[in-house]
């Protein structure tokens, strides 16, 4: 039984520390490039779009919600979210989001029989969005962020209690992307972001039916270690409407 627990809890592990070496590459978009308007004008947004651009589009706007329907925002778990946005100016917003993922694991290598768990990621923050053109954003804020392990399996045994143990955390985050704007419907993309936990907030581990006191630790120490590490947001699509 102890090494089903083990086996579990340190390829969770695994899973979210090969995530900290994860790498993305992309260009810059063309629309994030700043110009500065000429010297008789004296508007407070000096972008050189048409009526119809996303930067116009915003203009006005005091509301905002969108639903995220692509992506992850804790790799490897893929899932749904919400944002609730309020708009001070046509370039600059506060957020607040909610989401939720989950990624089901399976491994043959890992013991005589396959291994199965489920890993679900939830996170609920709060950021602020500064727009830098037509459409290109950057966003930084803090998000509460727990990470679970349920539904262990080997082979036709399935373990019991459903959930093995969570870890809670306090992190800071940073996401780059674009968004446009057609009206009141709006659709967009984190394509990158990182999650940096900053505090340890709360650890759960079940380990009742573990009577080596080495094995509780090491699990314990496991846990611990998915509490501080760093995760990535990837491809956040999203669609909603602003008003």
Known sequence: MKAIIKSSVFAISAIMISNTAFSASMNSPQGSTYKSAPTKQTQTYNYNYNND???ANREGKVFGIT??????TVAPTAGF???FAYHFTGNDLMQVELTDGVYNYSDKSVLLEPLKFKLSAQTAGANYKRFFGNSFYGKFGAD???ISLSDVAVGNFRYTPSEIGSAESLAASVAIGNQWQ???FTIGCDWFG???????LNIKSNTENIKNANDKRDIEDAWNQIASVTSYQVLRFYMGATF
Not at 67 to 72: E, H, I, P, T
Not at 194 to 200: D, E, G, K, S, W
């Open 53 to 55: 651009s996303s930067a």
């Open 67 to 72: 639903a995220q329907l692509l992506g992850s």
């Open 144 to 146: 509460y962020r727990k």
């Open 194 to 200: 990182v999650m940096a936990p900053v505090a340890t």
């Open 182 to 184: 057609f009206d009141y």
């Open 81 to 83: 979210g919400l944002t």
